[in-house]
C-alpha cells in the first residue's frame, strides 16, 4: 500500500480537498486503485452535529456515515463508495482508545498520547487504507490521506507526529507528502515567505515535502519557484503551482501537465505495483472522458439559472453536493449553469415590511429563474419563504426540485393550497403542534440523543404500480426501484397521502414496506419532483443524479431529449 498525504500550510480553505482528490484521479487514470482517508481535528465523533454555515454540507455515506464534505470531493472524482471509518476524527480516536482503556486492554499502563494516540490513528489507517472501495472488491493501491487543518495548528499536533511515525511504520518508499501552500500577490509581486516558514514548520516535525503545491491567483514566475525550491529543500521539478483556474474540473489537468504522477511515482516505486491491463485501459478511458468534459465546459454558450432557496446561503459549502451535482447535470446538458442564491426568509411577507430591497430582490431572482430548488435543512427559518416559492413554481409551470426538506415544503403547499387543509405544517416548523400534522417525526428516531440517530444511509425506494407516465422514474432508466442515501428525521405523514393522490399529487415513490413517502411528483406539470432522499450524494461527473438532471433538462428545454437518451447534447452532433 503507498500512502499520499496532502497537508496544509499557511492558511486552510484553499484547496486541499481538490487537489487530494485530483491527484488520486490521477493515479486512477493510470490504472491504479484509489482510497481516499480524511483526518478532522476536531472533538466531535462525526459532522453530523455540527453547522452547515460554520463547516460546511455535512456529506452522508452508504454505511449511513454524516461525514465531512471532502468525502464527498474524494467519491466524486474516484467514484468509489467511501465508510464511515474513512473520516478520522479526534473524537473518534479518543473515544475508541478510552474504551480500550476501559476494558483493561493496556492494563498496567499509564495511557497517553503517545504512544497511545498516535498508534491508534496510525492503525486506523492501516486498516482502513485496505478497505475495498469499487465494485472489484480488490484492496486499493494507494490512499490519499488528506489532513485537515494546516501543520502547526495544536489540535492536529497527534495526527503530524503519527504521521512522522508512520512513515518508518510503512517505509520510505510507501509514502509520499504534499504539502499545500499559499503564495499571496503582493503589489504585484509572487511571495513565497509564507511557503518557506510553512515548509520548516513541517521539517521541524519530522516531515519533509515531496511536492510543495502552491496555490496561487497567477502561475508562478520562474524566480519564485527557484525561491520556493532553494529554501524548501525540494527541486524545482517538485514545485508546483494551482493557480486560479475558470473550473475546478481543469486541476487534474494541470497536475498531470506539471508532472505530479511522475514525482510521486519515483518517491513511491510505482513501477513496482502490478496493473492489470484492463485496469490501465479504464484508466486510459476515464481520462478520455475526463478531457472531453471538461472540453465542452470551455465551449459551452446556452445557460440555465436555478434560484437555489436556501437558509445557509452565506457559505456556499453548506449546499456543496447540491451546486456539484448541478453542475454535473448542466455539463451533460452543455448549457452553463447560473445559480440564483435566494435566502428564503427574504421572500416572507415580514420582510416586505423589513426589508423591502431583499424582498424584492428575492423575489426577482425566483421569478426570473429556469427552475426552482429547494435542498435539505433543518429548522423553521424561511420555510414560510420556501413555501410561497413552491407555490409559484408549482402554479406557474416552473420546474421544481424539492430534496427532503424541499419535498416536504411542496407537501405541505399542496395540502394548504390545493386541498384546503387549514393549518397544514410540519411538526419539525411549527411552534404549536399543527392542526393538520403533514409532516410527522418519525417513530423510530431518538428524541434525546441527535447525534447520528436519523434516518440515515442508502436505503430502498419502490416505484409504484401505474407510475410508468412518471418523468423522475423515466429518467432512472424505467427501473422498479432505486438506491439512494437519505437524512432525515421527519417524514410525510401517510394519513394524508390517499387525499393527496386524489387531489392530484402523486406518490410515485415508497420505500420498500410502503410506508415512507420517498417520491412526489406532478403529471401535469413540466417537472415538478421532490425526493425525501438526497441524489446529490451520489452524483458523478461523468454520470450525474437523475433527480437533477431532468430538473436542469427540464429547466434548460431539454428534457425530452435527455429521456429519449441522447446522452451527451454536445456542440459537437
Ligand atoms: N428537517 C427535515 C427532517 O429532518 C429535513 C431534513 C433534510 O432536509 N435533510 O426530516
Given at each position: 500500500?503507498?500512502?499520499?498525504?496532502?497537508?496544509?500550510?499557511?492558511?486552510s480553505?484553499?484547496?486541499?480537498?481538490?487537489i487530494?482528490?485530483?491527484?488520486g484521479?490521477?493515479?486512477?487514470?493510470?490504472?491504479?486503485?484509489v482510497?481516499?482517508i480524511?483526518?478532522d481535528?476536531?472533538?466531535?465523533?462525526d459532522?453530523?452535529?455540527?453547522?452547515?454555515?460554520?463547516?460546511g454540507?455535512?456529506?452522508?455515506?452508504d454505511?449511513?456515515?454524516?461525514?465531512?464534505?471532502d468525502?464527498?470531493n474524494?467519491?466524486?472524482?474516484?467514484n468509489?463508495?467511501?465508510?464511515r471509518?474513512?473520516n478520522?476524527t479526534?473524537?473518534?480516536?479518543?473515544?475508541h482508545v478510552?474504551?480500550?482503556?476501559?476494558?483493561?486492554?493496556y492494563l498496567g499502563?499509564t495511557?497517553?498520547?503517545?504512544p497511545h494516540?498516535t498508534?491508534?490513528?496510525?492503525d486506523?489507517i492501516?486498516?482502513?487504507s485496505?478497505?475495498?472501495v469499487?465494485?472489484s472488491?480488490e484492496?486499493?493501491?494507494?490512499?490519499?490521506?488528506?489532513?485537515g487543518g494546516?501543520?502547526g495548528?495544536?489540535e492536529?499536533?497527534?495526527?503530524?507526529?503519527a504521521?512522522?511515525?508512520?512513515?518508518?511504520?510503512?517505509?520510505?518508499?510507501n509514502?509520499?507528502?504534499?504539502?499545500?501552500?499559499l503564495?499571496?500577490v503582493?503589489?504585484?509581486?509572487?511571495?513565497?515567505?509564507?511557503?518557506q516558514?510553512a515548509v520548516?514548520?513541517l521539517?521541524g516535525?519530522?516531515?519533509?515535502?515531496?511536492?510543495?503545491?502552491?496555490?496561487?491567483?497567477h502561475?508562478?514566475?520562474r524566480?519564485t519557484?527557484d525561491?520556493i525550491?532553494?529554501?524548501c529543500?525540494v527541486g524545482?521539478?517538485?514545485?508546483?503551482?494551482?493557480h486560479?483556474?475558470s473550473?475546478?474540473?481543469?486541476?487534474p489537468?494541470?497536475l498531470?501537465?506539471?508532472g505530479i504522477?511522475?514525482?510521486?511515482?519515483?518517491?513511491?516505486?510505482?513501477?513496482?505495483?502490478t496493473v492489470?491491463?484492463?485496469?490501465v485501459?479504464?484508466?486510459?478511458t476515464?481520462?478520455?472522458?475526463w478531457?472531453?468534459l471538461?472540453g465542452?465546459?470551455?465551449r459551452?454558450f446556452?445557460?440555465?439559472?436555478?434560484?437555489l432557496?436556501?437558509k445557509?446561503?452565506?457559505?456556499?459549502?453548506?449546499?456543496?453536493?447540491v451546486?456539484?451535482s448541478?453542475e454535473h447535470s448542466?455539463?451533460?446538458?452543455?448549457?452553463?449553469?447560473?445559480?440564483?442564491?435566494?435566502?428564503?426568509s427574504?421572500?416572507?411577507?415580514?420582510a416586505s415590511e423589513t426589508?423591502r430591497?431583499?424582498?424584492?430582490?428575492?423575489?426577482?431572482?425566483?421569478c426570473?429563474?429556469?427552475?426552482i430548488l429547494?435542498?435539505?435543512?433543518?429548522?423553521?427559518r424561511g420555510?414560510?419563504g420556501?413555501?410561497?416559492a413552491?407555490?409559484?413554481?408549482?402554479e406557474?409551470?416552473?420546474?421544481?426540485?424539492?430534496?427532503?426538506?424541499?419535498?416536504?415544503?411542496?407537501v405541505?403547499e399542496?395540502?394548504?393550497?390545493?386541498?384546503?387543509l387549514k393549518?397544514?405544517?410540519?411538526?419539525?416548523?411549527?411552534?404549536?403542534?399543527?392542526?393538520?400534522?403533514i409532516?410527522?417525526?418519525?417513530?423510530?428516531?431518538?428524541k434525546?440523543h441527535?447525534g447520528?440517530?436519523?434516518?440515515?444511509?442508502l436505503?430502498?425506494?419502490?416505484?409504484q404500480e401505474?407510475?410508468e407516465?412518471?418523468k423522475?422514474?423515466k429518467?432512472y432508466g424505467?427501473?422498479?426501484?432505486?438506491h439512494?442515501?437519505?437524512?432525515?428525521?421527519?417524514?410525510?405523514n401517510?394519513?394524508?397521502?390517499?387525499?393527496?393522490?386524489?387531489a392530484?399529487?402523486s406518490?410515485?415513490?415508497?420505500d420498500?414496506?410502503?410506508?415512507?413517502?420517498?417520491?412526489?411528483?406532478?403529471?401535469?406539470?413540466?417537472?415538478?419532483?421532490?425526493?425525501?432522499?438526497h441524489p446529490?450524494?451520489?452524483s458523478?461527473?461523468?454520470?450525474?443524479?437523475?433527480?437533477y438532471?431532468g430538473?436542469?433538462?427540464a429547466?434548460?428545454?431539454?428534457?425530452?431529449k435527455?429521456?429519449d437518451?441522447?446522452?451527451?447534447?454536445?456542440?459537437?452532433?
Amino acid at each position: 500500500m503507498k500512502y499520499v498525504i496532502v497537508s496544509g500550510g499557511v492558511i486552510s480553505g484553499i484547496g486541499k480537498g481538490v487537489i487530494a482528490s485530483s491527484t488520486g484521479l490521477l493515479f486512477k487514470t493510470r490504472g491504479f486503485k484509489v482510497s481516499a482517508i480524511k483526518i478532522d481535528p476536531y472533538m466531535n465523533i462525526d459532522a453530523g452535529t455540527m453547522s452547515p454555515l460554520e463547516h460546511g454540507e455535512v456529506f452522508v455515506l452508504d454505511d449511513g456515515g454524516e461525514v465531512d464534505l471532502d468525502l464527498g470531493n474524494y467519491e466524486r472524482y474516484l467514484n468509489v463508495t467511501l465508510t464511515r471509518e474513512n473520516n478520522i476524527t479526534t473524537g473518534k480516536i479518543y473515544s475508541h482508545v478510552i474504551e480500550r482503556e476501559r476494558k483493561g486492554d493496556y492494563l498496567g499502563k499509564t495511557v497517553q498520547v503517545v504512544p497511545h494516540i498516535t498508534d491508534a490513528i496510525q492503525d486506523w489507517i492501516e486498516r482502513v487504507s485496505k478497505i475495498p472501495v469499487d465494485n472489484s472488491g480488490e484492496e486499493p493501491d494507494i490512499c490519499i490521506v488528506e489532513l485537515g487543518g494546516t501543520v502547526g495548528d495544536i489540535e492536529s499536533a497527534p495526527f503530524v507526529e503519527a504521521l512522522r511515525q508512520f512513515q518508518f511504520r510503512v517505509g520510505l518508499e510507501n509514502f509520499a507528502l504534499i504539502h499545500v501552500s499559499l503564495i499571496p500577490v503582493v503589489n504585484g509581486e509572487q511571495k513565497t515567505k509564507p511557503t518557506q516558514v510553512a515548509v520548516r514548520d513541517l521539517r521541524g516535525l519530522g516531515l519533509s515535502a515531496d511536492i510543495v503545491a502552491c496555490r496561487c491567483t497567477h502561475k508562478l514566475e520562474r524566480a519564485t519557484t527557484d525561491k520556493i525550491s532553494m529554501f524548501c529543500h525540494v527541486g524545482p521539478d517538485q514545485v508546483i503551482v494551482v493557480h486560479d483556474l475558470s473550473s475546478i474540473y481543469h486541476v487534474p489537468l494541470l497536475l498531470d501537465e506539471q508532472g505530479i504522477v511522475q514525482q510521486l511515482s519515483k518517491k513511491l516505486k510505482l513501477e513496482s505495483l502490478t496493473v492489470s491491463s484492463s485496469d490501465v485501459e479504464r484508466g486510459a478511458t476515464l481520462w478520455n472522458d475526463w478531457r472531453h468534459l471538461t472540453g465542452i465546459h470551455d465551449r459551452m454558450f446556452d445557460s440555465v439559472s436555478i434560484a437555489l432557496v436556501g437558509k445557509y446561503t452565506h457559505l456556499k459549502d453548506s449546499y456543496i453536493s447540491v451546486i456539484k451535482s448541478l453542475e454535473h447535470s448542466a455539463l451533460r446538458c452543455h448549457v452553463k449553469l447560473t445559480i440564483n442564491w435566494v435566502e428564503a426568509s427574504d421572500l416572507e411577507a415580514d420582510a416586505s415590511e423589513t426589508n423591502r430591497v431583499n424582498f424584492h430582490k428575492a423575489w426577482h431572482q425566483v421569478c426570473s429563474a429556469d427552475g426552482i430548488l429547494i435542498p435539505g435543512g433543518f429548522g423553521s427559518r424561511g420555510t414560510e419563504g420556501m413555501i410561497s416559492a413552491a407555490k409559484w413554481a408549482r402554479e406557474n409551470k416552473v420546474p421544481y426540485l424539492g430534496i427532503c426538506l424541499g419535498l416536504q415544503i411542496a407537501v405541505i403547499e399542496y395540502s394548504r393550497n390545493v386541498l384546503g387543509l387549514k393549518g397544514a405544517h410540519s411538526e419539525e416548523l411549527s411552534s404549536e403542534p399543527p392542526e393538520n400534522p403533514i409532516v410527522v417525526f418519525m417513530p423510530e428516531v431518538s428524541k434525546t440523543h441527535l447525534g447520528g440517530t436519523m434516518r440515515l444511509g442508502l436505503r430502498p425506494t419502490l416505484f409504484q404500480e401505474n407510475t410508468e407516465w412518471s418523468k423522475i422514474r423515466k429518467l432512472y432508466g424505467g427501473v422498479d426501484q432505486v438506491h439512494e442515501r437519505h437524512r432525515h428525521r421527519y417524514e410525510i405523514n401517510p394519513k394524508y397521502v390517499p387525499d393527496l393522490e386524489k387531489a392530484g399529487l402523486s406518490f410515485v415513490g415508497k420505500d420498500d414496506k410502503g410506508e415512507r413517502m420517498e417520491i412526489i411528483e406532478l403529471k401535469e406539470h413540466p417537472w415538478f419532483v421532490g425526493t425525501q432522499y438526497h441524489p446529490e450524494y451520489l452524483s458523478r461527473v461523468l454520470d450525474p443524479s437523475k433527480p437533477y438532471l431532468g430538473f436542469v433538462a427540464a429547466s434548460a428545454g431539454l428534457l425530452d431529449k435527455i429521456i429519449d437518451g441522447s446522452g451527451y447534447i454536445s456542440g459537437e452532433n
